[in-house]
């Protein structure tokens, strides 16, 4: 008996002790801990609040216009490379050519975030339903391709053929696809011809699917936009 109270004294002393020993609680000082009494919830909430915002973010850069030139530039900074030289310079060369040519109402040069764009229009360089460039347009083709070769090597040419709604087939061309691609062929031989380099030249024909300017209206406003539709548009990006 007094073997059996001795153990079952201590048993109870152990349960006792077990019992009295106090959980250990955080130490205020330590800011990443956390006591059971802290309430984490609101951790929900953020996330999914910082996830939208990210998925806004990357909404908003894909349905941006990106800029091609300031694109460059900070691709050649990274790369230690020296940036391609503005075509603000090549623009002005080739409005003095067009100028001197007195060509101002048929050529228009415009300098955006894709590039310089050229645009002929077709009764300068072919005539009503032929591909074959007149003489005056192989004197403009001409004088404009010998100052393509001075611009630097990074910049690609694309020459691009369009023609108006009127449809057209002949026995050469079945349709206003293969008119517009052989015009743009044309021109593009012309600058091959003038020296610039074929590896930086290609020639693409969109018939009438990008007019410049809608055929709506009267029949002088429809006549009007037929024309500025048919153009070559030379891009040099």
């Given amino acids: 008996m007094i073997g059996h109270d001795i153990a079952g004294g201590a048993a109870g002393g152990g349960k006792a002790s077990a019992k009295a020993s106090p959980s250990r609680s955080p130490d205020p000082n330590d800011l990443l801990a956390y006591g059971e009494e802290d309430d984490t919830s609101w951790l929900i909430p953020y996330v999914d609040v910082v996830s939208l915002l990210l998925a806004f973010l990357i909404l908003a850069l894909a349905m ?7 694109f460059e530039m900070v691709s050649a900074a990274i790369s230690h490379q020296a940036p391609p030289p503005s075509l603000d310079v090549l623009k002005e060369k080739i409005d003095a050519v067009i100028a001197a040519q007195g060509l101002t109402q048929q050529v228009k040069t415009v300098v955006d975030d894709e ?13 009503s339903g032929q591909a ?3 003489p005056t347009g192989h004197a403009a083709i001409d004088r404009v391709g010998k100052l393509l070769p001075t611009i630097d090597n990074r910049y690609q040419i694309a020459v691009e053929g369009h023609t108006d709604d009127v449809p057209i087939h002949t026995g050469r061309f079945d349709s206003n696809w293969e008119l517009s691609s052989a015009r743009a062929i044309n021109v593009l031989k012309a600058f091959t011809a003038a020296g610039v380099s074929p590896q930086r030249l290609s020639a693409q024909g969109y018939a009438d699917t990008r007019p410049a300017t809608p055929v709506q209206g009267d029949a002088a406003a429809q006549t009007r936009a037929r024309t500025e539709n048919r153009r070559v548009v030379i891009r040099v990006h």
């Fill in 132 to 134: 074959d460039i007149t």
């Fill in 115 to 127: 590039g310089l764009r050229m645009e002929l229009k077709n009764a300068l360089l072919f005539d």
């Fill in 64 to 70: 941006s216009k990106v800029n091609l030139r300031k």
